[in-house]
């Protein structure tokens, strides 16, 4: 485990707004827990080029009373269903530059096994220089123990930004299935970042799989926020 103190702070910075998350409406009565592929092969057939972008991803779609994404159905609950609300949205992220050709998502249809998502109109949101961000998903490698999926995180954003990151922590842990395998990823949230840092992850995520939801941050409320999500 990286940790040191329990810490929160404000950055005063300009947001750089090239990679944006683009958040749908939705009209859809339940959806199950378990859409992540069945979602991102929907979506990939009406915007391809998605996957020619290293930044771009889809989120997996997520209802109000996940708690913010730390708690949720278990993956091998047998018919496990969300039931969507009206403020429930479905969220891309993508290059500002694509923005035209993203909301031709809108009006389409989306036949998620058999669970239908009318898709709505959408909205831009730009980043936040959060100091603590974290991510729902990251695929972890097969018998991978919690210490060497923090070190490698530690080492792909050292890679990635030039920052050695002094805080950072697992959570729960998710299957999710493909047609030709089953994927183990982890929560992870990291702590006391400058604000180049946060965006730098937040644009370029840490990790494979973000097609189908995995490696994308997302700014945290803050540490104390997390532990009373627990």
């Not at 404000?10 to 683009?22: A, F, K, M, Q, R």
């Not at 603590?132 to 018998?143: G, L, P």
């Not at 299957?175 to 030709?180: E, H, L, M, S, W």
Request: aromatic residues 6%; glycine residues 6%; neutral net charge.
């Amino acid at each position: 485990m990286f940790w040191q103190e329990d810490e929160d702070k404000s950055l005063p910075y300009e947001v750089p707004d090239d990679v944006i998350d683009l958040a749908y409406a939705i009209r859809c009565k339940n959806l199950p827990v378990s859409h992540a592929w069945q979602l991102s092969n929907e979506i990939l057939k009406h915007l391809p080029w998605i996957n020619d972008y290293p930044g771009a991803g889809i989120h997996q779609i997520h209802v109000a009373e996940s708690n913010n994404g730390w708690i949720r159905p278990a993956d091998d609950e047998i018919n496990a269903l969300l039931y969507p609300s009206r403020r429930t949205k479905m969220t891309i992220r993508i290059p500002k530059e694509k923005l035209k050709d993203a909301k031709e998502l809108e009006g389409k249809i989306l036949d998620i096994d058999g669970h239908i998502i009318t898709v709505g109109k959408a909205k831009t949101k730009a980043f936040t220089n959060a100091s603590v961000i974290f991510s729902r998903y990251v695929i972890s490698k097969k018998d991978e123990s919690e210490n060497q999926f923090l070190e490698r995180m530690a080492k792909e954003i050292k890679s990635k930004t030039e920052f050695n990151v002094k805080k950072m922590l697992c959570g729960k842990s998710h299957n999710i299935k493909t047609p030709t395998e089953t994927l183990e990823t982890r929560h992870l949230m990291i702590a006391d970042l400058d604000s180049e840092t946060s965006i730098k992850i937040q644009q370029l995520g840490l990790g494979k799989g973000r097609e189908i939801g995995c490696g994308i941050f997302l700014p945290h409320k803050g540490i104390k926020s997390l532990n009373s999500a627990e």
